[in-house]
């Protein structure tokens, strides 16, 4: 697991490259992930070792990700292609962003006691909150009821199986840490207005919500044909054309029509998704979980102010 370090003994001691996570760091600040991106920095670990460690600046563990994770796989998850590799290392990304938003947040790790991941698949991500979060009740949701099942199972969570419609989602109580990654990526913009409003509902005093969009990373993959999503020419340039002229693009897929894929820019997503009077924007890390999609983390906030523990 990535560790968050206590500041006193950042001071104290210089990490080694071994222990420090380069990605972790990157998510921490954006003004050094912008200066890597754009060729100005040469790394996050050069940035810290010539002035980050310095100026006190906040690091993550990167060594032992897989230390005391369940490897059990369930027979029937999709996310698992063979490629073990890949499939923890979604979820040690995961982790990072989650313990990115707590740093941002100034919220202690042990007063997070209850936990939604929705959608939870079979735990691919689960498997890393759980070892996190020993002491914290995890909420399983999903639309697929054998993952729901696995994870109540092997996880000990509690067990909730979703809806299409989201109102209908029968999720009871508060949470102190909401967990969503790749469903809004598959949601028209009226289905992610209403995920917002359910978690608008769902996330309690000073609460968290980190949750996964496509953005500029994947428009231009599509621009540049590098990667089509098993999507048709025509959908490609429609879901194109609505997001250049809009900042959001939508498209279903065939077999599927009530999901689909989805494009956000980050100003939509801030101006339009996000409801500034209920939201603190606590970062916005482009293509952050798995290298790929963008990664928001937000507190609640109710009249410009986070509300108290």
Not at 98 to 123: K, M, Y
Request: charged residues 25%; glycine residues 10%.
């Amino acid at each position: 697991m990535p560790e968050l370090t206590d500041i006193s003994r950042q001071v104290a001691r210089m990490p080694t490259r071994e222990e420090f996570d380069e990605d972790g760091y990157l998510q921490l600040y954006a003004d050094i992930a912008a200066g890597v991106a754009q060729g100005n920095i040469l790394s996050g670990w050069s940035h810290f070792v010539a002035s980050g460690f310095a100026e006190g600046r906040r690091w993550i563990y990167g060594h032992d990700a897989l230390k005391g994770v369940s490897r059990e796989i369930a027979p029937g998850d999709e996310m698992c292609k063979g490629d073990l590799e890949h499939y923890f290392g979604a979820g040690v990304s995961a982790l990072r962003a989650v313990e990115a938003a707590l740093i941002a947040s100034g919220r202690p790790r042990e007063t997070i006691s209850r936990i939604l991941d929705l959608p939870c698949g079979h735990g691919r991500v689960m498997r890393f909150l759980r070892r996190a979060f020993p002491h914290a009740e995890l909420v399983a949701c999903d639309l697929n009821r054998d993952g729901v099942d696995f994870c109540a199972k092997t996880f000990g969570a509690v067990p909730e199986y979703s809806e299409t419609e989201v109102d209908r989602i029968p999720h009871q109580g508060v949470v102190d840490l909401v967990w969503c990654g790749s469903l809004l990526t598959h949601l028209s913009e009226v289905k992610c207005r209403d995920f917002m409003r359910f978690f608008t509902r769902v996330v309690g005093h000073r609460g968290i919500l980190v949750f996964t969009m496509h953005g500029r990373f994947c428009a231009r993959e599509f621009a540049q044909r590098a990667n089509r999503h098993e999507l048709t020419d025509a959908q490609v340039a429609t879901l194109l054309h609505d997001y250049q002229s809009g900042g959001f693009g939508y498209v279903p897929y065939e077999a599927t029509p009530e999901y689909g894929f989805s494009l956000a820019s980050p100003a939509f997503v801030i101006d339009q998704l996000m409801d500034c009077s209920t939201w603190k924007l606590l970062h916005y890390h482009e293509a952050g979980w798995d290298r790929r999609q963008d990664v928001i983390a937000l507190q609640k906030w109710v009249g410009g102010n986070a509300v108290g523990l």
